[in-house]
């Protein structure tokens, strides 16, 4: 089973709407959304949510204010500034600081401090028109989004045993952090989607060094290339020297908006100039790992 | 007075509009880059840069031949930074918040801490020193974009007006780079995943009771879906920008949003003032 990954570096660059054309075009796929912070790709495929599993990862300090006797000693030793003292005088932690260390659960001396597990948010396996999908949805300011990432990645892959399918799809975040990076790490093709501007190529170099330091061959689109041709040639050069291969150039297409609106990928749509580049691509995409 | 311009969604200006809202003003102005992964301020701002210096977390330094291998550190790790099999634990600095925890349980006092690097702050002024620019820039291969917003926000004071260019999404880099805000911008475009990603963003902002208000991208090249969320919302639109096709050609060069669309500038000079008359509280 292969495993191809579309990542941006930086948002905005049609990441999403081109990973809706490939699960379009391709045959036997499971998708996946690993953009578990913002995602987008539902949108396009409409999943019809079969199994609804909590995200639980972490834990998350609660002080019992009944018991603290307001020693401060928690505060003290909490680095993430994450424990204030309430107008009653009591401590108090603030979940969006805290990342869970249990540091004030281990110094507290009248052990007043709970650890819960948290629910950090849920993941879903679902139908689609064009195969089946496993996506999520993290809660809001949530730690651990790479930990759902890799969850999103191993059920995917998993299904796609079950199923007997040969390939999984799956959109990634945009960034190079930890989601990114729990994105990535073992898949067989990373497809970076960039756009002829000065920002679109400095965050696709930054990319391409994440590609060479985990070793995974990578394929840049330069979508929206008429913006700036010269600029789309240095990408281009850029892919090259960075030890990836150009997958071909997208031109700005308005096409994808009304698509999106629509809730339909542009592959459905057939209107534009840009599905042609698209259909080629994905052939180029699919020898590639094939 | 500080702004955080932010958004749920990537791609939908920003960048732009927190450039535009640092080059209107005109006092001195401090414009901080808290998009760690992928900071893009500078291309706009050309700052020349004083100083550079390293973001540096500490992580647990094992003293071999104090440790007896009872494994309780890796027992305590909430976040598997430290693996033991009845030895001394293997570190991973990558998985490492630096809580101090191990340290803490370590029974014969086996830990102590070195400093690794996982980024870097460059400090710069612009426009003749009148913008100062912060930029933070996580190392590629570092996966805690927290740390160093964290240390950008060192640089902040209350006392000038400051404009912070957050990370898009709604999980923790964003909440960190949001807290201490007056106000937030959020940034959308008028199409179905900009509206969809607004609604998250709000949410987030909503939680942390932040006042703040919708600036639309590309207002007229989508649908109206992200006007009737506002409207229905009760949610102030502080500026609509019209999608220009040389403001995309402008701004791939470099450019700003005033290069394009110099009408823009004086709502943009109009903000900081609109906002402290408590537009969109």
Redesign the interface.
């Known amino acids: 089973m292969k495993e191809i990954v579309i990542i941006s570096g930086k948002g905005g660059t049609g990441k999403t709407s081109i990973t809706g054309c490939f699960a379009a075009l391709a045959e036997n796929a499971v998708l996946a959304d690993c953009d578990v912070d913002a995602a987008d790709l539902h949108m396009l495929l409409a999943p019809q949510v079969i199994e609804t599993t909590d995200f639980i990862s972490g834990h998350q300090a609660v002080i019992r204010e009944d018991d603290c006797t307001a020693c401060g000693v928690c505060m003290e030793k909490c680095k993430f500034n994450a424990i204030k003292l309430t107008e009653e005088g009591k401590c108090r932690v603030e979940p969006y600081s805290c990342e869970g260390c249990k540091v004030c659960v281990q110094v507290c001396p009248v052990n007043a401090i709970d650890f819960p597990e948290s629910l950090c948010g849920e993941w879903y396996f679902s139908h689609t028109r064009f195969g089946p999908m496993v996506h999520a949805k993290l809660g809001i300011g949530q730690e651990n989004s790479g930990k759902l990432v890799s969850t999103v990645r191993r059920e995917a892959a998993a299904r796609a045993k079950e199923l007997d399918k040969d390939l999984v799809i799956v959109d990634g975040p945009p960034g190079i952090g930890c989601p990114v990076i729990a994105s990535i790490t073992g898949a067989s093709l990373l497809v970076v989607v960039t756009e002829p501007t000065i920002s679109g190529k400095h965050d696709m170099k930054r990319v391409l060094e994440l590609a060479k330091h985990f070793s995974i061959p990578a394929l840049v689109i330069v979508n929206k290339w008429d913006i700036n041709p010269e600029m789309t040639r240095e990408i281009e050069k850029d892919t090259v020297a960075g030890g990836a291969h150009p997958a071909g150039r997208i031109p700005y297409d308005r096409s994808f908006t009304v698509a999106q609106i629509n809730g339909r990928t542009l592959v459905e749509e057939k209107t534009g100039p840009a599905v042609e580049n698209i259909t080629t691509i994905w052939e180029k995409v699919w020898q590639t790992i094939k | 007075m500080r702004i955080a311009v932010a958004s749920?969604?990537?791609?939908?200006g920003k960048?732009t509009v927190a450039v535009a809202l640092t080059l209107a003003s005109q006092e001195p102005v401090v414009y901080a880059d808290c998009d760690v992964?992928?900071p893009?301020g500078s291309?706009f701002l050309r700052p020349e840069v004083d100083r550079v210096e390293k973001v540096l977390v500490e992580v647990p330094k094992i003293d071999e031949s104090k440790c007896n291998a009872c494994g309780d550190c890796a027992r305590?790790c909430?976040?598997n930074a430290l693996v033991s099999f009845n030895t001394p634990p293997l570190v991973f600095p990558d998985l490492c918040?630096?809580?101090?925890?191990c340290e803490?349980?370590c029974p014969t006092g086996a830990i102590s801490w070195r400093k690794v690097p996982i980024g870097e702050i460059s400090l710069g002024t612009s426009d003749g020193g009148r913008i100062s620019v912060i930029q933070g820039k996580?190392d590629?291969?570092?996966?805690?974009?927290p740390p160093v917003i964290r240390q950008v926000k060192t640089y902040l004071t209350d006392d000038v007006f400051t404009v912070v260019d957050s990370?898009?999404?709604?999980?923790?880099?964003?909440?960190e780079s949001l807290g201490e805000a007056d106000y937030v911008l959020l940034v959308t475009?008028a199409?179905?995943?900009g509206l969809?990603?607004l609604k998250?963003a709000v949410?987030?902002v909503r939680?942390?009771g932040t006042p703040f208000s919708v600036v639309i991208n590309r207002f007229d090249?989508?649908?109206s879906g992200v006007e009737d969320y506002c409207a229905s919302e009760k949610i102030h639109i502080m500026v609509k920008i019209p999608h220009r096709?040389e403001m995309?050609?402008a701004?791939?060069?470099?450019g700003n949003l005033f290069d394009a669309i110099p009408e823009l500038l004086d709502i943009f000079r109009s903000i900081p003032e609109r906002i402290e008359k408590g537009v969109g509280v």
């Open positions: 749920g969604k990537g791609g939908t960048t992964e992928e893009n291309i305590f909430q976040f918040h630096s809580c101090g925890g803490l349980v996580l590629v291969g570092g996966s805690l974009a990370p898009p999404g709604t999980s923790c880099p964003v909440i475009e199409t179905p995943f969809h990603d998250l949410e987030t939680e942390l090249e989508g649908d096709r995309a050609e701004y791939s060069r470099g």
